[in-house]
């Protein structure tokens, strides 16, 4: 059993082949697929393809710090509603801080990201943190947080051992590993060997971050695979036993049995 954790394929760099990328994800052995909603431009293409796939595909609500602006509070409000009326979703994300492209929006990204993390704690679920650019911004939001029932995963995780440390101070987290531990110049395998195999899950992020051999082309499901095989190689672990680890812990964080 594999399973990605974070996924996109309900944008559009799939509306021309979603069942075979699908068909593909399957026949690789994944079970399930997580997806992480963007803004309230994407709810209902995300939620239709989970409908398409039930058991296979499950959604997230949440507001993506790229997409906090002047209009982060009607947005905020839509999440909200969405929260409080359906109980389909199964965390809140993704949501966090992204520092790369712009800092425009830093302190309305804070305000954000703060509200969806107690909206967390309200309802009960776990969190999908974004990061990018912004790790002490993301731990000095979440420190207050370490001992409350607060459990997700610090999606994308490309940092340091010494943040790994950090990170893996809130206990009900995991750290989500894709394809950039493949490229040939991250440090990331390094980082690993400090984290154990119980604290990590495996994702894609599609379309974005294809690992090797697929660097550079669009993303799917199905490369897990190659994720797995390479994280496998740095723990010196059987594949298989890898798979089953990280698809236990998948499946603790968001409340799922199998």
Known sequence: ????????LFVEEFTEDLPLVMERAQKAGV?????P??????????????????GFCY???????????????????????????SREFVAIGEIGLDLYWDKTFLKEQILVFEKQIEWALEYGLPIVIHSREAF?????????????????????????????????EFEGFMLGINGVVTFKKSTLPE????????????????????????RGKRNESANVRDTLMKVADI??????????????NALKVFGIRK
């Open 1 to 8: 059993m594999l399973i990605d954790t974070h996924s996109h």
């Open 31 to 35: 079970s399930y697929i997580f997806m």
């Open 37 to 54: 909603n963007i803004d309230s431009t994407t709810i209902d293409a995300m939620l239709s393809v989970c409908r398409d796939y039930p």
């Open 59 to 85: 959604p997230m609500i949440g507001l993506h710090p790229t997409s906090v602006n002047e209009s982060y509070e009607q947005e905020l409000a839509i999440v909200h509603k969405y929260l409080s009326t």
């Open 136 to 168: 002490e911004y993301i731990y000095k939001v979440m420190e207050p947080y370490k001992n409350t029932p607060l459990t997700g995963i610090f999606h994308s995780f490309t940092g340091t051992s010494e943040e790994a440390a950090k990170l893996l």
């Open 191 to 214: 980082a690993l060997t400090t984290v154990p195999l119980e604290r990590i899950v495996l994702e894609t992020d599609s379309p974005y971050l294809a690992p090797v051999p697929n």
């Open 235 to 248: 723990y010196q672990m059987d594949p298989e036993y890898v798979a089953q680890v990280t698809s236990v």
